[in-house]
């Protein structure tokens, strides 16, 4: 079993920063990927942002590009998710989630991945 921790959720003005972190605890050694996602009361999770274990190829949602950066600490097995320039829209419940089945073309969906965090909430007041 794998254990998924997020932390650092809060409250912040609009065009404030926020800083993400999710930490893996378990049976993580064969992990390809780990995303972030999140969910907006009466919408869908979708996703925002992944990163490769190996490699550390990065995957942005177009609404987060250039205002969200997502990175890993592989020592820790921890991955952060840097958030700039916040939206009232980006206010949202922030899952994160470890893929440990290798996808490539679901590395932004929720079926790419197999173990998901309880999440922390993201509110941006305007």
């Known amino acids: 079993q794998v254990q998924l921790v997020e932390t650092g959720g809060g409250l912040v003005q609009a065009g404030g920063s926020l800083r993400l972190s999710c930490a893996a605890s378990?049976?993580?050694?064969?992990?390809?990927?780990m995303g972030w996602f999140r969910q907006a009361p009466g919408k869908e999770r979708e996703f925002v942002a992944a990163?490769?274990?190996?490699?550390?190829?990065?995957y942005y949602a177009d609404s987060v590009k250039g205002r969200f950066s997502i990175s890993r600490d592989n020592a820790q097995i921890t991955v952060y998710l840097q958030m700039n320039s916040l939206k009232p829209e980006d206010t949202a419940v922030y899952y994160c989630a470890l893929q440990q089945i290798y996808s490539d073309t679901n590395i932004g969906t929720k079926e790419g991945y197999q173990y998901w965090g309880q999440g922390t909430q993201v509110t941006v007041s305007s």
């Open positions: 378990g049976r993580t050694f064969r992990s390809y990927a």
């Open positions: 990163i490769r274990w190996s490699g550390g190829t990065t």
